[in-house]
């Protein structure tokens, strides 16, 4: 007994529901339209959130158009639900959205309102499978190659965002025949 790593302490067992909030209307991206896997049309969007460094409250909202691969960010000033609305809705003011892919994150939990007011519709990811968003995961790490992930994103500004985003999305992409 002294030779187990517990020592013969009872471990009380975690509950998926223990201090979790579900997100309400949520459908699933199984049922996303067939038009959506093929990239066939611009208005498609991936959406998630890039976290800043510990120490700081900072993060991104980053969203990547799934046909063009257009990448953009915005920086938000907590991990609220409130300011990834308000951060998407920035971004998004000039596209005609038609869905948004979301993971599960508590960021996401107002996705319903960001839904009428871009007159679009919201579908999520299974959880923990970050591939089935694997656009916006792609874009991260290139991302990350500006922000490594011990940087806190309270020190940087909004204008050095826009200069990391022009300079990802001026790279050529093979997949676009941008060679």
Do not use: W
């Amino acid at each position: 007994m002294k030779y187990l790593i517990c020592k013969g302490r009872h471990r009380r067992k975690l509950t998926h529901s223990a201090g979790r909030e579900y997100i309400k209307n949520r459908t699933d991206i199984s049922l996303r339209p067939e038009i959506v896997n093929k990239r066939e049309r611009i208005g498609d969007i991936e959406a998630d959130t890039v976290i800043s460094a510990k120490g700081g409250k900072s993060c991104i909202a980053v969203a990547v158009e799934r046909k063009s691969r257009y990448y953009i960010f915005r920086k938000m000033p907590d991990k609220s639900a409130a300011s990834m609305n308000n951060a998407l809705l920035e971004m998004l003011k000039n596209i005609d959205v038609k869905t948004i892919t979301y993971d599960n994150g508590s960021e996401n939990m107002k996705h319903d309102e960001l839904n009428k007011l871009l007159g679009c519709e919201s579908y999520f990811c299974r959880p923990y499978c970050s591939a089935d968003k694997g656009s916006i995961e792609n874009r991260n790490k290139i991302l990350r190659q500006f922000l490594p992930k011990k940087t806190n994103f309270d020190l940087i500004s909004q204008h050095q965002l826009d200069t990391i985003q022009n300079k990802i999305n001026n790279q050529p992409m093979k997949v676009l025949n941008c060679n």
